[in-house]
């Protein structure tokens, strides 16, 4: 079964193919003899009823400074495409939004994954507050009197923005510290949406744990150690990567989001755990296969394509 498969992300050029999960992903499918198309976000077009993309065909190679070759553009109807990854980065802003709304035009014809109105309806930090007694004490709100409460009852607690990623805006504020009402003013200067404020959980100095869900099932994970003296553990501001398995309590989180997670179509998950608590829920781009390729001897890139052949077929069996 050979399939047509437009990867929408951010510019290949510029990918680290050391850890990148988009490219191991393109590389699984062109193994599989799968042909492969990419475009941006910007590249795509609601015409006359169509979604449509000036897309370029491309071949992927593990070659330092040479990972790719790439065809002359063409203008293609989005839904002769059998598979749409869409993976560009977050933020989560109105831009991806708008991508999400195009490219549910399409699916479930062509498979876009992850399901576009799914993602739509799961934002990273929101997701999460629908499953109870997974997460931390938690509130989501821009009211200063509020915030000051909940600094109250937990002392110890975590600011960051609502859509915010990659561990950008993320302020550790301990209890002697006096900058959090200047910190909620240039919050709101900045951001429109509420903050997320969390009870800091001191285990992330252990690490923060990202686990690999296909299809509902948990199928891999690693831990993120931070540097000494940072609270981000995300791997792009020094958190280092570390070898890992499922504690029990892992396991029953997984259990308690799976079923979700499939039923919405949310194939290829990333979820964050900190210590016994589920913190992120990332549906949008998530990464991290290639880390547990590595530790783990794997290659998750084909269990997801496994899954995603098997729903391709199941689809034109209708």
């Given at each position: 079964m050979s399939l047509a498969?437009?990867?929408?992300?951010d510019?290949?050029e510029?990918?680290?193919?050391?850890?990148?999960?988009?490219?191991?992903?393109?590389l699984e499918a062109?193994?599989r003899?799968h042909g492969l198309?990419?475009y941006?976000p910007?590249?795509m077009s609601f015409?006359q009823?169509?979604?449509?993309a000036?897309v370029?065909?491309i071949t992927?190679r593990?070659e330092?400074g040479?990972h790719?070759?790439?065809?002359t553009?063409?203008?293609?109807?989005?839904a002769?495409?059998?598979?749409?990854?869409m993976?560009q980065d977050p933020?989560?802003?109105?831009?991806?939004?708008t991508a999400?709304?195009?490219l549910?035009?399409?699916?479930?014809?062509?498979?876009?994954?992850?399901d576009?109105v799914?993602v739509?309806?799961?934002p990273?930090?929101?997701?999460?507050?629908?499953?109870d007694?997974?997460?931390p004490p938690t509130?989501i709100s821009?009211?200063?009197a509020?915030i000051?409460?909940f600094?109250?009852?937990?002392k110890?607690?975590?600011?960051?923005?609502?859509?915010g990623?990659?561990g950008?805006?993320v302020?550790h504020?301990?209890?002697e510290?006096?900058?959090l009402t200047?910190l909620?003013e240039?919050?709101?200067e900045f951001?429109?949406?509420?903050m997320?404020?969390?009870k800091?959980?001191p285990?992330?100095r252990?690490g923060?744990k990202?686990?690999?869900?296909?299809?509902?099932e948990?199928?891999?994970?690693i831990?993120r150690v931070?540097?000494?003296g940072e609270?981000?553990?995300?791997?792009?501001?020094?958190?280092k990567a570390v070898?890992?398995?499922l504690?029990?309590r892992?396991?029953?989180i997984?259990?308690?989001?799976?079923?979700?997670?499939k039923?919405?179509?949310?194939?290829?998950?990333?979820?964050d755990v900190i210590?016994?608590?589920?913190?992120?829920?990332n549906?949008?781009s998530p990464?991290?296969?290639?880390?547990?390729?590595?530790f783990d001897d794997?290659?998750?890139e084909a269990?997801?394509?496994?899954?995603?052949e098997?729903?391709v077929?199941?689809?034109s069996?209708?």
């Open positions: 498969v437009a990867i929408q992300m510019p290949i510029s990918i680290d193919i050391k850890g990148d999960s988009s490219f191991v992903l393109g062109q193994a003899g198309f990419h941006g910007q590249d015409s009823g169509r979604i449509v000036n370029r065909p992927l593990r330092p040479n790719f070759t790439a065809g553009i063409e203008r293609v109807d989005l002769t495409m059998d598979v749409v990854l993976r933020p989560f802003d109105m831009s991806y939004i999400t709304h195009l549910e035009h399409i699916h479930p014809q062509t498979l876009v994954v992850n576009p799914s739509r309806n799961a990273e930090k929101l997701f999460v507050t629908h499953f007694g997974i997460m509130l821009s009211n200063l509020e000051k409460e600094r109250s009852e937990f110890d607690i975590i600011v960051k923005p609502l859509y990623n990659g950008a805006g302020f504020i301990k209890p510290d006096e900058n200047a909620c240039m919050f709101t951001y429109r949406e509420p997320i404020v969390q800091y959980l285990e992330v252990v923060d990202r686990i690999i869900l296909v299809d509902g948990p199928v891999g994970a831990n931070p540097q000494a609270v981000r553990s995300n791997m792009h501001v020094g958190g070898k890992s398995v504690t029990t892992e396991t029953e997984c259990r308690a989001i799976g079923p979700a997670l039923e919405q179509g949310l194939i290829f998950v990333g979820i210590g016994d608590y589920l913190t992120e829920i549906v949008t990464t991290g296969l290639q880390e547990i390729n590595r794997v290659r998750l269990t997801i394509w496994d899954c995603l098997e729903k077929s199941n689809n069996l209708r």
